[in-house]
């Protein structure tokens, strides 16, 4: 069974820093693609990131593209995003997902809320 545990949210001025978290277990992590996704208040699921199992193809959608990076660490688990230059519109839940892009294969986590706002 795929659970998900987000971490590392909070709130955060425009221009700052915030390191997401997502611990994984139930099923093979290291083999399988993960995805970060968020939602805003009011909007729907927005994908934001992809990697494959091995970490060697990744993909960002266009609006943190140069300001996001993901990566992850197989031998502990755990998938992670580096925000950087946060802006406003950057605000909502960020949840981790097995899957490629909005494919997503099981349930995501319960979240993180990141709040960008001076």
């Known amino acids: 069974e795929v659970h998900l545990v987000e971490s590392g949210g909070g709130l955060v001025q425009p221009g700052g820093s915030l390191r997401l978290s997502c611990a994984a277990s139930?099923?093979?992590?290291?083999?399988?693609?993960m995805s970060w996704v968020r939602q805003a208040p009011g909007k729907g699921l927005e994908w934001v990131s992809s990697?494959?199992?091995?970490?060697?193809?990744?993909r960002y959608a266009e609006y943190v593209k140069g300001r996001f990076t993901v990566s992850r660490v197989n031998g502990k688990n755990t998938l992670y995003l580096q925000m950087n230059s946060l802006k406003p519109e950057d605000t909502a839940v960020y949840y981790c997902?097995?899957?490629?892009?909005?494919?997503?294969?099981?349930?995501r986590g319960q979240g993180t809320q990141v709040t960008v706002s001076s």
């Open positions: 139930g099923f093979a992590f290291g083999s399988s693609s």
């Open positions: 997902a097995k899957g490629w892009g909005l494919q997503q294969d099981g349930p």
């Open positions: 990697v494959d199992g091995g970490g060697g193809v990744i």
